[in-house]
């Protein structure tokens, strides 16, 4: 894949349910699941879900709740064949901007302490590491609290 290629990001919609959960599975071998997604898209108006798609393709995804006055990520993921190519960082500044323009105070999401790559690429983008969840996952592992600051009235 070129590296100069046109990422776009627009909203999820019900059509996107099934590749948002066949992925999901795939690469964190669980999900919300789809009638969950179902609801979360239809009925929820405090999560806000993109795709990131190229070329008429779905690349990615990123899921948030925006539990005013702050924020969290719920998922993020991009397919292996379009990674490093700067969509996961596309699907993140959406979310970060949305924030912006709602004055949310902190933007926060828990990662394996073992995924280096994400803990790297939430750094980037300004999180910081938090706290420590201990077992927070199923098979114990820890989870690390990142927290972004955005800036929003406290
Ligand atoms: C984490 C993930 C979403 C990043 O998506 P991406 O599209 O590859 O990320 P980007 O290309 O936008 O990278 C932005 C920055 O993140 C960092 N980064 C991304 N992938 C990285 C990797 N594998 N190793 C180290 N740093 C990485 C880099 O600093 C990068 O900036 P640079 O390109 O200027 O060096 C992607 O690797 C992924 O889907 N992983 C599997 C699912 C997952 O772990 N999700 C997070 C759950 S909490």
């Keep these: 894949m070129e590296n100069n290629v046109k990422i776009k990001i627009r909203k999820m ?13 795939k690469i964190f071998g669980r999900s919300l699941g789809e009638k969950t997604l179902y609801n979360e898209i239809l009925y929820n108006d405090l999560a806000h879900y993109y795709l990131a798609v190229i ?8 899921g948030s709740w925006f539990t005013l006055p702050n ?3 719920l998922n993020v993921f991009v397919l292996e064949q379009y990674q490093k190519r700067g969509v996961g960082n596309a699907l993140l500044c959406k979310v ?13 999401l828990e990662v394996r302490e073992s995924n280096l790559s994400a803990i790297n690429f939430y750094k980037k983008l300004g999180f910081k590491r938090e706290a ?20 929003g009235k406290k």
Excluded at 136 to 148: H, W
Aim: with cysteine; net charge negative.
């Design 55 to 62: 070329d008429n393709q779905r690349a990615g995804y990123i």
């Design 13 to 25: 919609d019900i059509s996107d349910i099934p590749f948002v959960y066949d992925n999901e599975i």
């Design 132 to 151: 420590i969840r201990k077992g927070y996952y199923e098979n114990k592992e820890d989870a690390l609290l990142m927290v972004l600051d955005i800036g």
């Design 71 to 73: 924020a969290e990520i």
């Design 96 to 108: 970060i901007d949305l924030c912006k323009e709602l004055d949310i105070i902190y933007l926060s």
